[in-house]
Structures are given as C-alpha cells and as structure tokens.
C-alpha cells in the first residue's frame, strides 16, 4: 500500500466533529502525541487495523501492547462470547478468578500471592502502598524517562526535557512535574535516578537516612527506547535493596507475559518483591495485577492496607486472561517462541536494510518488543537522556513514512509484535521500510 493509495478524509471528519465534544478528540492523552492524521478505527483482526476510509494497516502499536496474541484472537473471543450471559458483576468472587491466579502463579516467578485490579496505574499505586505499609518510609527511587501511570505521585520525570550536557558526578535528577494541576507536594517523595547506573542507586540507599520505601523500576525500559538492562544491573538493584530493606518493584506492564510468559523477571533471572502486570495479560480486556511476596500481599488480606474497585475481577475481563495466558502457556509457550522468532527476523532485516542504504538506524530491544532509533554506531544507548540525544528528527520521518504506507509500529518508535504476524508480514514491513529508509541517510 502506498501513500497514493490512501485517503484520510473520514478521520478527519470524524475528528473535527469529535474535538468539540471530547476533549482533543482523544480518551487518553497518550493518543494526543504523534499521528499526522489521527486515525479513527473501525475493526481490527489479527496483525491488521482497519480505520474507517477503509486503510489497512499493518500494525505494531497493538494498542500500546496489550494484543499479544493479534487482535480478535479466536479462543479469546469465543470465551469472553460464551461467559456474557452470565453476566459481569457479581461484587463476590468466581470460579475464573482462581483459575487465573493458578495461570499467573505458574508463570510468575514471584506471584506467591496477589491481587487483580483494571489498569497498571492501579497496580503501581497499590505496590507503592504496600512498600510504604511495609517500611514505615516514604519515598521512592524511580528512574528518568520511565512511565508507570498517570497518578500524580509517578507522573513524574517520564519525559523531562533534557540539558545539552550532563552535569559531572550529579545522578540525582530534579524531579519534573509533567502535567499542569499536579500536586507539588508528589514530588517530594521521589527520587528520579538515571536508568542503568547502579552507582547512584548505591549512593542514594547508602546515603544515612535515606528513607526509602521502594525501587520502582520497569526491568527493561520499554517507555523510552526499549533499552535492556546492563548486565549486573537487575542483580544490583536487587542485592542492593535486599541489604538496605528497599522494596524492589518490577513494573512489568509491558514487559509482562510478552518478553517471557513470566515477564522479565523470568527472562534476566531477577526476581523483585513486587511486580505489576497489565497489558498482554488478557489480549486486549482492560486487567491487571500484582503480584509479589506472601508477607506482603497478605497485608491486602487482613485489611491492614486498602486495595479495592468496582470493576475488578468483572468476568469477561478475567475469562479473556485466562483464555489468554492458557494460549501463551500451551506447547511449552510455542506462542511466545513465535512471537520472538518473528521479531527477531524484523531486528534482523531491518538492520541489514540499514547497513545496506548507509543510514544510522539502529535497534535496541528484543523481539517481542523492540525500539528504532537514530544515531551512531558509537552512541551508548542505556537510559533517557541518551536515548532523547538520538537523531528524533530522523525517527519521526522514518515513523511517518512507514504510517503512509501502511505500516503502523507507535509514535515513538516502538515495535510490539503479536503471534498474528507471520513471514507475510515481515516482507511487508521491510519493503516498506527499504522505501521508508531512503531519504534518512544523514
Ligand atoms: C510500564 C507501564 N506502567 C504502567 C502503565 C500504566 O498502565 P495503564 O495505562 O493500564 O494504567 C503503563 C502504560 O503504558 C506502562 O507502560
């Protein structure tokens, strides 16, 4: 598909009506950021979005993750379709409920016990709660450039603007307010550090006094960049807040049943205190959890800390997880396999296309979830700053490109692969993206 090919012009009725009644014509600001046109949709099915001119998009933003298995996936559908008529709510529990933390604890390697709620927002503010209740401390370490909500108390540092050099030795960065209305107060309970430096983790914990409750931390960062984490920094952290009684959060919303039916902690070996869970764990349907250690969660249990909603547990949410993990976990998680192999083939193509057109594009992840970016090959692309000091400029054409022709990964360059893409599909993207690459050459 070309960009001769496509017309926008019912989104943009649709959103020039929509703005006078939703704000910004979106329902999350997340979708305020990048599109030329923003798109309005009308089915998707597989690796494939289909907005309402009648594109067909092939697409790699999977709805910012969360269709691990493709949109639509049959044995999800079928089992969300026969469960409605039993209806939704039932403000008590359900069979499913305990079949989902069985998959969960199967595949989890730290989920001795936990709790289910409906966003990861959700779920981040309940681990910092039971950190908090644990501890008796207050503050927490988060890293620059790392999102883990909306909720004012995280909302913090997660796309700072960037000096244009570093101040030697100064790892504590300012914490950075990103929203208009939050409260100022948020920010004194946080300490935002640069991902991957194990030293200004040390320095902090072992700085007396430090009151520290939890290090908050998403065990690979998908938010900015899809950079992996050094080797020796997982195990680091982890040693590190062993010692000083930190509570370590993997915040696995992302990474989570994608990068490993276990999420990252399974993948590099690290096991945290607590970890979060949202997005591909039910292909779609809106859940999430928290999972962690049995002396922790059983705080939950005896009322001592508070975590509730409505809307938790609701059955089709919890039949669409557990039909979910039930794909991911058969034939030894072949799923997951594919899902990987196929990534990989991408990194793979799209490196060599690179090498091939003389262009700095460069990838930093892995297959399941992985990030393009722009610059040299001596550039050391290991947290936020280094990943803003990229060529953005070039990304955003390379995106914008590839959108015109049909090929969709999301505004930031980030590439979520579902085990609906196939051999077809790679073609497709690295022709289009052979095209995309001309005219990126520095
Ligand atoms: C790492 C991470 N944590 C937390 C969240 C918040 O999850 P939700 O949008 O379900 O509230 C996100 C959302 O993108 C995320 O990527």
């Not at 017309?7 to 014509?25: D, H, M, P, T, V």
């Not at 949109?71 to 039932?90: E, F, R, S």
């Not at 409505?310 to 039909?323: E, L, Q």
């Not at 280094?386 to 955003?396: A, G, I, N, V």
């Amino acid at each position: 598909m070309t960009d001769n090919s496509m017309s926008f012009e019912a989104s943009r009725q649709y959103n020039a009506e929509a703005e006078s009644l939703i704000a910004g014509a979106v329902n999350s600001n997340v979708r305020l950021s990048g599109a030329t046109v923003p798109l309005c949709f009308e089915r998707a099915e597989g690796a494939y979005l289909f907005d309402i001119d009648g594109n067909r998009m092939l697409d790699y933003a999977l709805g910012m993750g969360p269709a691990i298995l493709g949109h639509a996936p049959k044995p999800v559908i079928d089992a969300v379709t026969a469960a409605l008529g039993q209806g939704q709510m039932y403000g008590g529990q359900h069979r499913a409920e305990l079949a989902l933390a069985r998959l969960i604890q199967a595949a989890v390697p730290n989920a001795e016990m936990l709790r289910v709620g409906m966003s990861g927002s959700e779920m981040v503010q309940a681990a910092l709660r039971l950190s908090r209740a644990a501890t008796g401390r207050s503050k927490f370490i988060k890293f620059e450039g790392q999102y883990h909500g909306w909720f004012d108390n995280v909302l913090i540092s997660n796309a700072p603007p960037v000096p244009d050099v570093d101040s030697p030795n100064e790892h504590v960065r300012q914490p950075h307010l990103e929203t208009r209305g939050q409260v100022k107060s948020a920010a004194e309970d946080v300490i935002v550090l640069p991902w991957n430096d194990l030293t200004a983790v040390k320095a902090v914990l072992e700085a007396p006094g430090s009151d520290v409750a939890a290090l908050l931390t998403e065990p690979m960062m998908c938010n900015t960049g899809v950079i992996p984490p050094k080797p020796g920094f997982l195990e680091g952290l982890r040693e590190l807040t062993a010692k000083h009684g930190v509570i370590l959060i993997f915040d696995e919303v992302i990474t989570g049943f994608r990068v490993a039916l276990g999420g990252a902690q399974s993948r590099f070996g690290v096991t945290p205190d607590l970890a979060t869970f949202a997005k591909a764990m039910a292909g779609g349907f809106p859940i999430a959890a928290l999972t962690g250690r049995r002396d922790l969660m059983e705080m939950f249990g005896t009322g001592a800390v508070n975590h509730s909603g409505t809307y938790n547990t609701n059955v089709p949410s919890v039949v669409a997880a557990v039909a979910t993990l039930e794909v991911l976990s058969a034939d030894d998680g072949a799923a997951l396999k594919r899902v990987e192999a196929t990534g990989d083939r991408l990194i793979e193509g799209l490196r060599r296309l690179a090498h091939d057109a003389g262009v700095p594009l460069r990838v930093s992840g892995v297959g399941a979830a992985f990030n393009t970016y722009f610059a040299d090959a001596a550039h050391d692309l290991v947290d936020y700053r280094s990943y803003r000091r990229t060529d953005l400029t070039l990304q955003k054409n390379f995106i914008q490109r590839l959108a015109l022709a049909g090929i969709r990964p999301t505004g930031r360059g980030t590439w979520f692969v579902s085990a609906a893409h196939g051999a077809a599909e790679v073609e497709a993207t690295l022709a289009a993206a052979k095209t995309a690459l001309q005219g990126s050459a520095a």
